[in-house]
């Protein structure tokens, strides 16, 4: 009757405005079944390309692999801890600690769209104790280089905690992004390995500007570090492990030292293996953070000396005295052979019947026992 009376155009009118409260009442309906589950428009592939297209997201999905070395906090009693990292709908934690060093690689998926990436330090009640944000675009994806062992300051979130930091390395673990601050050292093959190239790094750096930095000098370094030594009856003391060889020793050794200043000072070694005659050095299967060094004295008797891992991965410990008593024998063959060449074929090229050491490039001989079996025990002699 009132298209009779006032004509189409009033019909027009009034379905007009129908039409587009229609449309927005589809579009926050939409918009609210989005904010209820997971699903988004970015799970739309077409959408999700034209995004990157126009720049509305600066980066595609990429793995982020992210190194939890420590937590470090003031507060009164013992609280065992662990670290809760979550980006977007991905969440991942590392193991629990009483001492707040992990030492533990974590993979987590980083989507398109996710802005910032949330480490929490939490208590075996899953308390959340303090919380630390990082920006996905500023701090990950734009550097050109991520540092290693970067310590970031937390914000506290539970009482008596204060002063939260963690210490962290992050890597970008997508090799179509050059942008993503990937440090070059070849194929990912593992976590140890990423672990390793990460400790050999540290030690280069240690030299700082120096151009000449042979890989020997490189491997003496990141073979020093603090130990916990067995001494029977469950009794455990920490220690300072470093490998000294020629000119300040006669022997290539491996040295254990009361403290860190201890060595520095040249005092006495509390015990002393010689590099030549270390049977293997083997990962404890029943106990994730202990290896041992198994060796023959002076007396050839076989002996052994247990070890529980401190500032790094116990795993990491193991391959990088590996790499070291490899090389030092590679080393020494090279300079048995120089003395007994004649005086005229010195220098013309005689190698090392031993593998070179390629240090960061991953590369192992197949018969080298995989880094990934706990029970695995690199031979030498």
């Known amino acids: 009757m009132f298209g009779l009376i006032f004509g189409n155009p009033l019909v027009s009118l009034v379905r007009g405005p129908c039409a587009v409260l229609a449309v927005v009442g589809m579009i926050t309906a939409l918009c609210g079944c989005i904010r209820c589950s997971r699903w988004s428009l970015r799970d ?24 939890v070395h420590e937590a470090m906090f003031e507060k009164q009693g013992k609280t065992t801890t662990y670290v809760n990292v979550k980006a977007g709908a991905h969440c991942i934690r590392t193991e629990e600690s009483p001492s707040h060093i992990f030492q533990q690689p974590l993979h987590i998926i980083v989507e398109q769209g996710v802005e910032t990436i949330v480490v929490e330090l939490m208590d075996t009640r899953h308390t959340c104790m303090a919380t630390l944000h990082l920006d996905v675009l500023d701090q990950i994806i734009t550097p050109k280089v991520l540092n290693p062992e970067v ?3 937390m914000k506290q979130k539970a009482k008596g905690v204060l002063q939260p930091k963690i210490q962290l390395t992050m890597v970008v673990n997508n090799p179509d992004d050059a942008a993503s601050g990937l440090v070059d050292h070849g194929a990912l093959s593992s976590d140890v390995d990423l672990l390793v190239r990460q400790q050999l790094l540290k030690a280069r750096r240690q030299h700082g500007d120096e151009e000449v930095t042979s890989e020997l000098d490189v491997l003496k370094d990141a073979c020093a570090g603090p130990l916990e030594i067995f001494q029977g009856m469950g009794r455990s003391n920490e220690v300072h492990v470093a490998v000294i060889g020629p000119p300040i020793s006669r022997r290539w050794v491996l040295g254990v030292w009361r403290d860190q200043e201890s060595f520095a000072n040249k005092e006495k070694t509390l015990h002393e293996v010689d590099l030549m005659k270390i ?4 990962a404890d299967p029943k106990r994730n953070h202990v290896f041992v060094v198994n060796f023959f004295d002076e007396l050839r008797n076989r002996n052994q000396m247990t070890f529980r891992r401190v500032d790094r ?20 063959t090279e300079m048995k052979l120089r003395s007994t060449q004649p005086a005229m074929f010195l220098g013309s090229g005689v190698r090392s019947t031993q593998p070179a050491m390629f240090l960061g490039s991953g590369a192992r001989s197949s018969t080298e026992p995989s880094l990934d079996d706990p029970t695995r025990s690199t031979m030498f002699v």
């Open 44 to 67: 739309i592939a077409l959408i999700k390309h034209l995004y990157l297209w126009i720049g509305q997201d600066k980066f595609d999905d990429f793995e982020l692999i992210m190194f």
């Open 151 to 153: 310590v970031y300051f």
């Open 279 to 282: 049977e293997s050095i083997q």
């Open 313 to 332: 991965a116990r795993d990491v410990w193991v391959e990088i005295l590996h790499l070291m008593i490899m090389k030092a024998r590679e080393v020494k």
